[in-house]
């Protein structure tokens, strides 16, 4: 079975300052491990992708997340936060197994950027 | 390349109607999966198609079914539709490298609301 957890609904940072989002997982096999982003009244956008190569994983508009197999953690991270920042974010893990194709959500943190 | 695509965008239907949505995965992507997502429960998978073949069914009840076309377009249904079916679902396709699915891509949703 495979949980993630995403710790903090809500997360408000200034507009330059740094945005750490937090996910950790639960996962009995090797996990393949997922950051999305949604703006209102769209779908999921993949932000990032971890499938068991670098454990420092860079995706688009300057996010990067670091997959730490000790602490079970995929925390998100970009250096400096932009107003168009302001959506929700979900980190997805799933099975690297064949089969395991179903994505397994957090309950997503949604950013707030302040001017 | 066109992106998933799903219709309608928005529904508006009463308790104890049905109602089928549409998904057009992107060209060549031959899996198709399903997430209902709510405010209260967030992103919950419904089920996976591959091959005109259902491979993955969450835990929902039996007024929610699926099915996927030769041509990789999926379709759901909801029958007797009560309330708390009032949720934006999402569909999203994937394809297949060497047994494994990539990282799936989302379409806008479709809204349904029950009143």
């Known amino acids: 079975a495979q949980s993630v957890t995403q710790l903090g609904s809500h997360v408000s940072v200034s507009e330059g300052a740094l945005v750490l989002l937090r996910c950790n997982y639960s996962s009995s096999v090797p996990p393949y491990l997922f950051w999305y982003v949604q703006y209102p009244n769209q779908g999921l956008q993949l932000l990032l992708k971890?499938?068991?190569?670098?454990?420092l994983v860079k995706g688009i508009n300057g996010f990067e997340a670091e997959f730490k197999k000790s602490e079970t953690s995929f925390h998100l991270t970009k250096p400096s936060a932009h107003m168009s920042d302001a959506a929700e974010y979900f980190c997805a893990v799933r099975g690297s197994g064949a089969g395991s194709y179903q994505l397994t959500f957090g309950k997503g943190t949604k950013l707030s950027v302040i001017p | 390349k066109a992106g998933v695509t799903q219709t309608p965008r928005y529904l508006i239907k009463t308790r104890g109607q049905q109602v089928t949505l549409s998904c057009s995965p992107i060209?060549?992507?031959?899996?198709v999966s399903w997430y209902q997502q709510t405010p209260g429960q967030g992103l919950q998978f419904l089920f996976e198609y591959f091959s005109e073949t259902q491979r993955n069914k969450g835990n929902f009840p039996g007024r929610f079914s699926g099915r996927q076309f030769s041509n990789s377009r999926s379709e759901m249904n909801v029958s007797t539709l009560e309330l708390g079916d009032s949720a934006l679902y999402l569909c999203?396709?994937?394809?297949?490298?060497?047994?494994?699915?990539?990282?799936?891509?989302f379409g806008p949703g479709t809204r349904l609301t029950v009143l």
């Open positions: 971890y499938t068991s190569a670098a454990t």
């Open positions: 999203a396709s994937s394809y297949m490298t060497s047994g494994r699915a990539s990282e799936q891509f």
């Open positions: 060209s060549g992507h031959r899996s």
